[in-house]
Antibody, heavy 119, light 110 residues
Framework: QVQLQESGPGLVKPSETLSLTCTVS????????WSWIRQPAGKGLEWIGR???????NYNPSLKSRVTMSVDTSKNQFSLKLSSVTAADTAVYYC?????????????WGQGTTVTVSS | QSVLTQPPSASGTPGQRVTISCSGS????????VYWYQQLPGTAPNLLIY???QRPSGVPDRFSGSKSGTSASLAISGLRSEDEADYYC???????????FGGGTKLTVL
């Protein structure tokens, strides 16, 4: 079955850009939405945004000015960039397959990767 | 402040039935399906209920979901110690154009 794995630096300096990649295995990346969600320690889930394999995106308005998502179907990967990070962006970041609100929702999740923003 | 409202905690004894509520608005729960996720300590969320009342394969039928108007609920019957986890509801918000989550409910099995 489909599995997702996040990768990227675990430590990012304030004001720099956080970059994460999610690798999809066990299935095709094509014809799905792919979402990013984050969770600060001890807190709830926050949806960051999603990208369709055509490149179409939806971003959380609260983060939209700092978020860029991309997809590389040849590598079965999609990516997140979050610019001008602060300590408030410290969280566990998850990627997930997003089958839409009228189908299966976010049905497969990666294990998550911890990103700390600190100098 | 989460868009969807859940009680922060719930509890029950083994074998009991517990329910967790999720309250929203006309732009999310009323107009969308509701999804429920279980997050065991130190792990990623796992889909428990989709399209408000459907269970993915492998999810025990002890778990059930329902929706009415702008509210939804998750019921767990025959409570077990392994059900101790955080539970989150989610829905698509038509107005905000994003997925919204509840703040999560920590379930304790006494």
């Amino acid at each position: 079955q489909v599995q997702l794995q996040e990768s990227g630096p675990g430590l990012v300096k304030p004001s720099e850009t956080l970059s994460l990649t999610c690798t999809v295995s066990g299935g095709s990346i094509n014809n799905y939405y792919w979402s990013w969600i984050r969770q600060p320690a001890g807190k709830g889930l926050e949806w960051i945004g999603r990208i369709y394999t055509s490149g179409s995106t939806n971003y959380n308005p609260s983060l939209k000015s700092r978020v860029t998502m991309s997809v590389d179907t040849s590598k079965n990967q999609f990516s997140l960039k979050l610019s001008s990070v602060t300590a408030a962006d410290t969280a566990v970041y998850y990627c997930a397959r997003d089958q839409g609100f009228d189908y299966y929702g976010m049905d497969v999740w990666g294990q998550g990767t911890t990103v700390t923003v600190s100098s | 402040q989460s868009v969807l409202t859940q009680p922060p905690s719930a509890s029950g004894t083994p074998g009991q039935r517990v329910t967790i509520s999720c309250s929203g608005s006309s732009s999310n729960i009323r107009s969308s399906y509701v999804y429920w996720y279980q997050q065991l300590p130190g792990t990623a969320p796992n889909l428990l209920i989709y399209r408000s009342d459907q269970r993915p394969s492998g999810v025990p039928d002890r778990f059930s979901g329902s929706k009415s108007g702008t509210s939804a609920s998750l019921a767990i019957s025959g409570l077990r110690s392994e059900d101790e986890a955080d539970y989150y509801c989610a829905a698509w918000d038509d107005s905000l154009t994003l997925w919204v989550f509840g703040g999560g409910t920590k379930l304790t099995v006494l």
